[in-house]
Protein backbone atom coordinates (compact mmCIF):
# COMPACT_ATOMS: atom_id res chain seq x y z
CA UNK A 1 0.00 0.00 0.00
CA UNK A 2 1.41 3.01 -0.39
CA UNK A 3 0.84 6.47 -0.19
CA UNK A 4 1.67 9.77 -2.00
CA UNK A 5 1.63 13.38 -1.02
CA UNK A 6 -0.07 15.87 -3.15
CA UNK A 7 1.56 16.74 -6.51
CA UNK A 8 0.43 20.65 -6.33
CA UNK A 9 1.49 23.05 -4.01
CA UNK A 10 -0.84 24.26 -1.18
CA UNK A 11 -1.75 27.52 -0.92
CA UNK A 12 -5.14 28.07 1.03
CA UNK A 13 -6.41 26.11 3.86
CA UNK A 14 -9.59 25.10 1.84
CA UNK A 15 -6.63 22.97 -0.59
CA UNK A 16 -4.96 21.78 2.60
CA UNK A 17 -8.37 19.92 3.38
CA UNK A 18 -9.02 18.76 0.42
CA UNK A 19 -5.95 17.25 -0.05
CA UNK A 20 -5.89 15.94 3.78
CA UNK A 21 -9.95 14.39 2.15
CA UNK A 22 -8.39 12.62 -0.74
CA UNK A 23 -5.48 11.05 1.49
CA UNK A 24 -7.73 9.82 3.78
CA UNK A 25 -10.40 8.65 1.37
CA UNK A 26 -7.29 6.79 -0.16
CA UNK A 27 -6.44 5.39 2.62
CA UNK A 28 -9.88 4.03 3.71
CA UNK A 29 -10.27 2.43 0.10
CA UNK A 30 -7.05 0.72 0.55
CA UNK A 31 -7.66 -0.45 3.83
CA UNK A 32 -10.95 -1.91 3.23
CA UNK A 33 -9.52 -3.78 0.04
CA UNK A 34 -6.96 -5.13 2.20
CA UNK A 35 -9.25 -6.03 5.05
CA UNK A 36 -11.43 -7.69 2.09
CA UNK A 37 -8.73 -9.32 0.30
CA UNK A 38 -7.88 -10.96 3.93
CA UNK A 39 -11.16 -11.83 5.05
CA UNK A 40 -11.67 -13.94 1.59
CA UNK A 41 -8.22 -15.54 1.86
CA UNK A 42 -9.54 -16.48 5.41
CA UNK A 43 -13.00 -18.11 3.94
CA UNK A 44 -11.10 -19.88 1.65
CA UNK A 45 -8.58 -21.26 3.99
CA UNK A 46 -11.63 -22.45 6.30
CA UNK A 47 -13.30 -23.93 3.62
CA UNK A 48 -11.12 -25.69 2.19
CA UNK A 49 -9.84 -26.57 5.94
CA UNK A 50 -13.31 -27.79 6.25
CA UNK A 51 -13.82 -30.12 3.09
CA UNK A 52 -10.70 -32.03 3.69
CA UNK A 53 -11.16 -32.73 7.57
CA UNK A 54 -14.70 -33.74 6.41
CA UNK A 55 -13.49 -36.30 3.91
CA UNK A 56 -10.64 -37.39 6.20
CA UNK A 57 -13.20 -37.93 8.78
CA UNK A 58 -15.48 -39.59 6.17
CA UNK A 59 -12.80 -42.19 5.44
CA UNK A 60 -11.22 -42.50 8.51
CA UNK A 61 -15.21 -43.63 9.49
CA UNK A 62 -15.16 -46.33 6.42
CA UNK A 63 -11.93 -47.16 8.37
CA UNK A 64 -13.44 -47.79 11.77
CA UNK A 65 -15.91 -49.63 10.45
CA UNK A 66 -13.92 -52.64 8.68
CA UNK A 67 -11.59 -52.30 11.96
CA UNK A 68 -14.54 -53.09 14.01
CA UNK A 69 -14.73 -56.68 11.81
CA UNK A 70 -11.05 -57.04 11.99
CA UNK A 71 -10.86 -56.81 16.01
CA UNK A 72 -13.59 -59.35 16.38
CA UNK A 73 -11.40 -61.81 13.98
CA UNK A 74 -8.98 -60.69 16.53
CA UNK A 75 -10.89 -61.40 19.34
CA UNK A 76 -11.98 -64.67 17.98
CA UNK A 77 -8.18 -65.78 17.39
CA UNK A 78 -7.25 -64.80 20.34
CA UNK A 79 -10.04 -66.83 22.60
CA UNK A 80 -9.06 -70.09 19.95
CA UNK A 81 -5.75 -69.30 21.40
CA UNK A 82 -6.17 -69.23 25.14
CA UNK A 83 -8.23 -72.68 24.71
CA UNK A 84 -5.35 -73.99 22.82
CA UNK A 85 -3.21 -73.25 25.32
CA UNK A 86 -5.53 -74.42 27.74
CA UNK A 87 -4.93 -77.89 26.34
CA UNK A 88 -1.55 -77.45 25.88
CA UNK A 89 -1.42 -76.55 29.49
CA UNK A 90 -3.38 -79.91 30.38
CA UNK A 91 -1.61 -82.68 28.00
CA UNK A 92 2.20 -81.18 27.56
CA UNK A 93 3.13 -83.90 26.19
CA UNK A 94 0.91 -85.32 23.56
CA UNK A 95 -0.30 -82.07 22.78
CA UNK A 96 -1.01 -81.21 19.29
CA UNK A 97 -2.23 -77.70 17.55
CA UNK A 98 -1.68 -74.65 16.56
CA UNK A 99 -1.36 -70.96 17.30
CA UNK A 100 -2.07 -67.88 15.38
CA UNK A 101 -1.18 -64.60 16.82
CA UNK A 102 -1.75 -61.88 14.36
CA UNK A 103 -3.61 -58.83 13.76
CA UNK A 104 -5.16 -56.41 10.69
CA UNK A 105 -5.71 -52.18 11.49
CA UNK A 106 -6.98 -49.77 9.21
CA UNK A 107 -4.27 -46.48 10.11
CA UNK A 108 -6.32 -43.55 10.96
CA UNK A 109 -5.31 -40.45 9.19
CA UNK A 110 -4.70 -36.99 11.16
CA UNK A 111 -3.11 -34.83 7.94
CA UNK A 112 -6.31 -32.69 7.39
CA UNK A 113 -6.54 -31.82 10.81
CA UNK A 114 -2.48 -31.25 11.11
CA UNK A 115 -2.62 -28.99 8.49
CA UNK A 116 -5.59 -27.01 9.21
CA UNK A 117 -3.51 -26.32 12.89
CA UNK A 118 -0.32 -25.48 11.13
CA UNK A 119 -2.15 -23.07 8.68
CA UNK A 120 -3.74 -21.19 11.20
CA UNK A 121 -7.07 -22.24 9.75
CA UNK A 122 -8.40 -23.32 13.22
CA UNK A 123 -8.19 -19.48 14.13
CA UNK A 124 -10.58 -18.60 12.00
CA UNK A 125 -13.49 -21.09 13.12
CA UNK A 126 -15.90 -21.00 15.65
CA UNK A 127 -14.22 -22.48 19.15
CA UNK A 128 -17.20 -24.74 19.53
CA UNK A 129 -16.68 -25.69 15.92
CA UNK A 130 -12.80 -26.55 16.77
CA UNK A 131 -13.53 -28.27 20.45
CA UNK A 132 -15.73 -30.73 18.61
CA UNK A 133 -12.91 -31.61 16.04
CA UNK A 134 -9.90 -31.43 18.59
CA UNK A 135 -12.05 -34.46 21.04
CA UNK A 136 -12.56 -36.66 17.73
CA UNK A 137 -8.86 -35.98 16.94
CA UNK A 138 -7.63 -36.98 20.52
CA UNK A 139 -10.19 -39.99 20.75
CA UNK A 140 -8.53 -40.91 17.60
CA UNK A 141 -5.39 -40.54 19.12
CA UNK A 142 -5.98 -42.85 22.29
CA UNK A 143 -6.95 -45.83 19.62
CA UNK A 144 -3.73 -45.23 18.09
CA UNK A 145 -2.18 -45.72 21.26
CA UNK A 146 -3.95 -48.65 22.15
CA UNK A 147 -3.21 -50.31 18.86
CA UNK A 148 0.10 -50.06 19.64
CA UNK A 149 -0.59 -51.78 23.12
CA UNK A 150 -1.93 -54.18 21.52
CA UNK A 151 0.60 -54.80 19.15
CA UNK A 152 3.33 -54.72 22.36
CA UNK A 153 1.13 -57.13 24.08
CA UNK A 154 0.86 -60.01 21.25
CA UNK A 155 5.03 -59.93 20.40
CA UNK A 156 5.36 -60.35 24.25
CA UNK A 157 3.01 -63.18 24.42
CA UNK A 158 4.79 -65.22 21.63
CA UNK A 159 8.36 -65.09 23.28
CA UNK A 160 8.06 -68.65 24.52
CA UNK A 161 6.90 -70.12 21.05
CA UNK A 162 10.17 -68.28 19.27
CA UNK A 163 12.67 -69.49 22.59
CA UNK A 164 11.43 -73.23 22.41
CA UNK A 165 11.78 -75.72 18.91
CA UNK A 166 8.11 -77.26 19.94
CA UNK A 167 5.38 -77.32 22.37
CA UNK A 168 6.05 -80.37 23.96
CA UNK A 169 9.89 -78.39 25.49
CA UNK A 170 7.92 -75.28 26.63
CA UNK A 171 8.11 -75.45 30.71
CA UNK A 172 4.70 -74.89 32.74
CA UNK A 173 6.20 -71.60 33.74
CA UNK A 174 6.41 -70.76 30.40
CA UNK A 175 2.66 -72.07 29.57
CA UNK A 176 1.82 -70.14 32.34
CA UNK A 177 3.49 -66.74 30.68
CA UNK A 178 1.77 -67.72 27.32
CA UNK A 179 -0.98 -68.04 28.72
CA UNK A 180 -1.39 -64.69 31.32
CA UNK A 181 -0.13 -62.47 27.91
CA UNK A 182 -2.40 -64.23 25.49
CA UNK A 183 -5.62 -63.18 28.26
CA UNK A 184 -4.19 -59.69 28.61
CA UNK A 185 -4.38 -59.60 24.79
CA UNK A 186 -7.41 -60.02 24.88
CA UNK A 187 -8.51 -57.97 27.27
CA UNK A 188 -6.35 -55.09 25.30
CA UNK A 189 -8.53 -56.27 22.16
CA UNK A 190 -11.79 -55.77 23.49
CA UNK A 191 -10.91 -52.35 25.05
CA UNK A 192 -9.79 -51.18 21.79
CA UNK A 193 -12.64 -52.53 19.92
CA UNK A 194 -14.53 -50.53 22.74
CA UNK A 195 -12.69 -47.87 21.96
CA UNK A 196 -12.72 -48.04 17.84
CA UNK A 197 -16.56 -48.21 18.32
CA UNK A 198 -17.33 -44.97 20.44
CA UNK A 199 -14.87 -43.17 18.08
CA UNK A 200 -16.97 -44.48 14.94
CA UNK A 201 -20.00 -42.81 16.86
CA UNK A 202 -18.14 -39.70 17.22
CA UNK A 203 -17.50 -39.91 13.36
CA UNK A 204 -21.05 -40.26 12.70
CA UNK A 205 -22.12 -37.33 14.53
CA UNK A 206 -19.52 -34.91 13.29
CA UNK A 207 -20.65 -36.02 9.76
CA UNK A 208 -23.94 -34.92 10.30
CA UNK A 209 -23.14 -31.52 11.04
CA UNK A 210 -21.49 -30.75 7.86
Not at 42 to 50: C, S, W, Y
Not at 150 to 166: F, G, K, S, W
Request: charged share 20%; net charge negative.
Amino acid sequence: MDVHAPHEPVHTWRDFFTHLTIVTIGLFIALSLEAFVEYVHHRHLVHEARENIRQEIEDNHKAAQEDITLLQQDLDRTNSNLDTIRRMRANPKTFKGTLTFTMSFNSLHDAAWNSARDTGALGFMPYKEVQGYADLYQHQKLVDDQVIEVIHRQTLAMTPIYMENNFTTISTNQTESLLHDTAATLIDVTTLQQIVQQLNTLYIEALKKQ
